[in-house]
C-alpha cells in the first residue's frame, strides 16, 4: 500500500514516483525516470486536489485518494492538460462524482478534446480568480507558454504554497520529498528538465518570473520532482539560465565516420582549450540528447561537426542541428566543419535548419578527404576567430 506523506498541515502529497520510465513523449530520455505530482488541500469546508497522475500510475493514486478523501473531494484542479498532469482525471471524475473541474477557458477545451470530459462537470476561473476552501484559498494565475499556451500555476494563500505545475519541475524518480534548503543536488537535473522543456519560452518565462516573484512563496510544490523549501534555490537559477548575458561557453558537437571529422574536432576542441575557453564537447553517436539540450543553456557559439552522406550531412547532425533550431537557445555564433568525398551541400542544409535562431554563420572548415597541414592551420584561426565571438 502506497505510504500517504503530508507537506504541510493537511496539504498530501498524493501523486506517484515512476521509477523505472526512460523516455518521456517518446522523445526525451528520462535516465533518473520522474514522478506525477498531485496534491491534496483540505480546507475548513472543501476540499481540492491539485493535478493527477499519469494513467500508468493511477493504481497507486487511487489507494492514495483512499486514505485522504474519506469525507469526499470537491474540486479537482487541472493546471495543465497533458497525460502526465490530467491522464486520471477521467478516473478520479469516476471515483468522485460530484467533484468539479477547475481550470481556465484554454485548460477546458484542450481537456475535452484531449479526454473528452463533460461539459457539466468544469468549474472555470480567469487569471487573478480564487478559489474558496474555507478556512484556505486558492489562487490563480496564469503562465501561459510554461510550457503549453494553458498552463497556469495555483498559490495557496495563507501556508504560501506555490504549486508550480512545470515551471521549477525536474524529472527525478526520488525517495526524498523536499528538496531541503542549500541541497544542490537539484541543480542537475532541474537544469536539464528546463533545457528539455522550457528553453523554447525562456523569454516568456521572463515575464512570469515576475508572477512568481510577486507572489513570493515559502514552498514551490511543481508537478515533478522534489519540493522545494527554500524557492530562492531553483528561482535564482531559472534567472541564470534565462539571462541572455550568461551564454559563455563552445558547444562542439560532431559525428564522424572515418575518422577525418572526428581528427577536426580534437584538434579544434584542444585548440579552444588552449586559448582558455569553456568548452562542451559531444560525439553524437554516444551523446545523451538531454545532456546536449543541456549544454545549450550555456552556450554562445555552436561549431557543428559531420561527414557529407549523399551529398548532405549525416542524420546525427541534422537532428542536432533540428534540435537547436527547435530549442532556440542564446546561441549566436554557429560554424560548421567536417569532410566530404567528391562535394555536396552539407553546409547549406545545416544553415537552412538553423533559420530559426537569430545567429551569425562563421564561415565553414569543410576537407577532402583527411585533414591535411594547412586544414589545421584553418582550424587554428577559426578558434581566433570564436575567441573575439566569446568575448562580445
Given amino acids: 500500500m502506497a505510504c500517504l506523506r503530508s507537506i504541510a498541515p493537511d496539504i498530501h502529497y498524493v501523486g506517484a514516483v515512476d521509477w523505472n520510465r526512460r523516455l518521456f513523449d517518446a522523445l526525451i530520455p528520462l535516465p533518473d525516470g520522474t514522478s506525477y505530482n498531485a496534491y491534496l488541500v483540505k480546507g475548513s469546508e472543501k476540499t481540492a ?21 474519506t469525507a469526499g473531494l470537491d474540486y479537482v484542479v487541472i493546471q495543465h492538460c497533458e497525460q502526465d498532469h490530467a491522464g486520471s482525471l477521467p478516473l478520479v471524475l469516476k471515483k468522485f462524482p460530484s467533484a468539479k473541474v477547475v481550470c481556465n477557458k484554454a485548460c477546458k477545451d484542450l481537456l475535452i478534446a484531449h479526454l473528452h470530459i463533460a461539459e457539466e ?25 510554461v510550457h503549453w499556451p494553458e498552463t497556469f500555476v495555483t498559490f495557496l494563500r495563507e501556508d504560501k504554497i506555490l504549486f508550480s505545475c512545470d515551471f521549477f519541475g525536474s524529472h527525478l524518480a526520488s525517495s526524498a520529498l523536499f528538496f531541503e534548503a542549500g541541497d544542490q543536488s537539484f541543480y542537475e537535473p ?48 531559472y534567472a541564470q ?34 586559448r582558455g575557453l569553456k568548452v562542451k564537447v559531444f560525439d553524437l553517436v554516444h551523446a545523451d540528447l538531454g545532456k546536449v539540450a543541456e549544454a545549450l543553456v550555456d552556450a554562445k557559439v555552436l561549431l557543428l561537426g559531420s561527414p557529407t552522406v549523399l551529398a548532405g550531412a549525416h542524420p546525427l547532425a541534422a537532428q542536432a542541428a533540428f534540435l537547436v533550431n527547435a530549442l532556440r537557445p542564446k546561441i549566436r555564433y554557429a560554424g560548421v566543419f567536417g569532410s566530404f568525398g567528391w562535394g555536396g551541400k552539407m553546409v547549406e542544409q545545416i544553415a537552412g535548419m538553423l533559420s530559426g535562431l537569430k545567429l551569425e554563420l562563421l564561415s565553414p572548415v569543410m576537407v577532402k578527404g583527411l585533414p591535411r597541414r594547412e586544414d589545421y592551420q584553418q582550424l587554428d584561426a577559426w578558434a581566433d576567430q570564436v575567441v573575439e565571438k566569446i568575448k562580445l
Wanted: aromatic share 8%.
Fill in 190 to 237: 532541474c537544469k536539464r528538465y528546463f533545457a528539455e522543456i522550457m528553453l523554447p519560452f525562456r523569454k516568456i518565462i521572463q515575464k512570469n518570473m515576475d508572477i512568481v516573484r510577486e507572489l513570493n512563496p515559502l514552498m514551490i510544490a511543481p508537478s515533478h520532482g522534489p519540493i522545494f523549501k527554500d524557492p530562492s534555490m531553483v528561482m535564482g537559477a
Fill in 49 to 69: 486536489l491539485i493535478d493527477t497522475v499519469d494513467p500508468s500510475m493511477w493504481h497507486l493514486m487511487d489507494q492514495l485518494l483512499d486514505k485522504s478523501c
Fill in 241 to 274: 539560465w534565462i539571462d541572455e548575458d550568461q551564454a559563455d561557453e563552445v558547444m562542439v558537437a560532431y559525428v564522424s565516420m572515418h575518422d577525418s571529422t572526428r581528427l577536426m574536432a580534437e584538434e579544434l576542441v584542444q585548440k579552444l582549450m588552449d
Fill in 121 to 145: 462537470r468544469f468549474e472555470l476561473i480567469e487569471d487573478g480568480g480564487t478559489l474558496s476552501l474555507g478556512n484556505r484559498t486558492l489562487l490563480f494565475k496564469n503562465t501561459p507558454w
